[in-house]
């Protein structure tokens, strides 16, 4: 389910589902919705029978809660009116026990308004032990949880094909599940094709679905919106400005959905659909799209009263009561193999396309190495120096070279007669990577093969005090270069 904002009053109801942060006022939080765990065990003991005042409070409760809250609130009352019906027929008289009671309700409400969000629970009033559970207690039992499922993130592989598979059960609270979403993004970083996994995905923050989601686009894109009826407001959600690692704007992506993929999972869905990003594999998903909260109705009843909805800037409108489709339909079970056929081809098309892009921008990069020697020539060396840091910059930014290739590239033009170009390549190593001794010590190589004694001792210098800082296993060999050109600049 999906991240709502709401100003509760002291009623409200802590439950499993509902993790609590407070904000600016006493009464403003901030609550994460998990999928409610249908198989909790309550005693008979606590499933004492309805009185027909109890059912008469509840229904009138319920109607003052959808009315003052529901997002739309023509059809809240008519759910309130048709519920109120119900009671007035004796339509409710038959349930003495609060889980069918509170099964018939739903079904109601939502014979109405179609919200598959909107749910009345049974809930159990009090521990094992028989005392309230409090606030922190509730909140402490809601972390174990998150953490004990990873917060969301089953599983990450890497499948045949080089294909990055994750499994996700649930978006966590952002706060709390950025670094298990960092991490199992940064595992797939080099995957040629990625499949997600949403077949049991029951939702959750929106925050984390745009964090997941700004992995796979390049530039900023517009997500989805969230209207809420409390303050009349519209919410954006862009992929992040930044983000920890290395965006796949161009990979392959596969979703595979279920049934049972809804509210949170159906967003990651239909935001990667609706802009073409993403093939999605499986069953039509739930159709639960409009975020909300949950409301204490009475000690055993809570009621889940969406109070936003989402809209989408490609499309308009929602996946509310009909789903996300996929483009490639099958049953959940084989949506995997299914996925896994398709990524393997798509991957190798896709690697088939970054080696033609890659040899294209090696040959650019050499063209401007070889102007940048001509300009060295000519004397015009800050001019050389700007060609050379843009081109290795925009190498570094697209995975073509790193620290170790760049220095190899330099000791290449080094050996080759080319030391001004290779001294260039060797000062945009040291000011990239600028925590490493010995990128530092090949500058000194360059300024030494360039009879700038003075500078290469300067280099050797940091090159040898920044290895005995980080207790590099070339100290030594750091201290012989340094030794060396100190000896030269002696004899001169």
Known sequence: MIKSELLLNSNYLISEEVFMKRKSTLFAVTILFLVYNHSLAIS???????SAEERQAVVDRISNLITENYVFLEVA?????????????????????PEGFAKKLTEDLQSVNHDKHMRVRFRQPQTLAGQPEDPESARARMLRRMRAGNYGFRKVEILDGNIGYIDMRSFSDVDLGRQAAVSAMRFVTNSDALIFDMRKNGGGSPAMVQLVCSYLFGKKTHLNSLYWRRGDRTQEFWTLDEIDGKRMPDVPVFVLTSKRTFSGAEEFTYNLKTRKRAKIVGETTGGGANPGGTLRINERFGIFVPTGRAINPVTGTNWEGVGVEPDIKVEADSALAVAQKLAIEAAKEYRETQIAK???????RNQTLVKANALFDKNKHAEAESLINTA???????????????????YQHLQSGAPDLAVAIFKFNASR??????????????YDKNNQLELAKQSYETAY?????????NVQAYKA????????ISLK
């Open 44 to 50: 008979q003991e606590q499933k004492a029978n309805l």
């Open 77 to 97: 009352e008519k759910s309130a009116e048709h519920i109120q019906g119900q009671l007035k027929a004796g339509h409710y008289d038959e349930f003495t026990e």
């Open 358 to 364: 890659a040899t294209q921008r090696s040959e650019e």
């Open 392 to 410: 290795l910059n925009q190498a570094v930014l697209s995975g073509d070279l790193n620290e170790g290739l760049i220095n190899g590239m330099g």
């Open 433 to 446: 990577y600028a925590d490493s001794p010995n990128v530092y010590d090949s500058l000194g190589d360059g």
């Open 465 to 473: 005090k920044k290895g005995l800082e980080m207790h590099d296993d």
């Open 481 to 488: 270069n340094l030794e060396r050109v100190l000896k030269k």
